[in-house]
C-alpha cells in the first residue's frame, strides 16, 4: 500500500521560502503523477502542482505559477514543492497526492493522499 508523509511545513513571513517535501514509498512510481493540494481554513481544497515521475513535465495552477516549484527526485522517492515569495493567502494545509496516467488537477482524479503539513505565512 502506497504511503506519503509530507514534511516542511511551519510558519513563514510573507515574501519568504519555504521547501516542502513528500516521501513516497510502498510501490515504484514510474507511470504515476504526484500533486501538491491545498486547503485553507474554510474553503476547499485546490491543486497546486503536479508533476510526472519519469519525464519531469510539470504543471502548476495559475495563483502559484512563477512563484511555486514542483520537482522529484526519483532514488530518493520524494517530490518537493519550492515555495517562493510566500504571501498570506498561501496559508493552508499542503497535501501530496498520487494518481497513475496523465496530469490532472482534480482532487477526485487522486488515489492515495499524505496527511498533510501546514504552512502559515504572516504578513
Known amino acids: 500500500q ?3 508523509q509530507e514534511s516542511g511545513g511551519g510558519l513563514v513571513q510573507a515574501g519568504g521560502s519555504r521547501r516542502l517535501s513528500c516521501a513516497a514509498s510502498g510501490r515504484t512510481f514510474d507511470s504515476y503523477v504526484m500533486g501538491w493540494f491545498r486547503q485553507a481554513p474554510g474553503k476547499e481544497r485546490e491543486f497546486v502542482a503536479a508533476i510526472r515521475w519519469t519525464s519531469g513535465i510539470t504543471m502548476y495552477s495559475d495563483c502559484v505559477k512563477g512563484r511555486f ?4 527526485d526519483n532514488a530518493k522517492n520524494t517530490v518537493y514543492l519550492q515555495m ?8 493552508a494545509v499542503y ?7 496523465t496530469l490532472l488537477r482534480s482532487e477526485d482524479d487522486y488515489d492515495g493522499w499524505g496527511q498533510g503539513t501546514k504552512v502559515t ?3
Do not use: F, H, M, W
Not at 516549484?69 to 522529484?72: M, V
Not at 497535501?95 to 496516467?101: D, K, P, S
Open 2 to 4: 502506497v504511503q506519503l
Open 84 to 91: 517562493n515569495s510566500l504571501k498570506p493567502e498561501d496559508t
Open 69 to 72: 516549484t514542483i520537482s522529484r
Open 95 to 101: 497535501y501530496c497526492a498520487e494518481r497513475r496516467g
Open 121 to 123: 505565512v504572516s504578513s
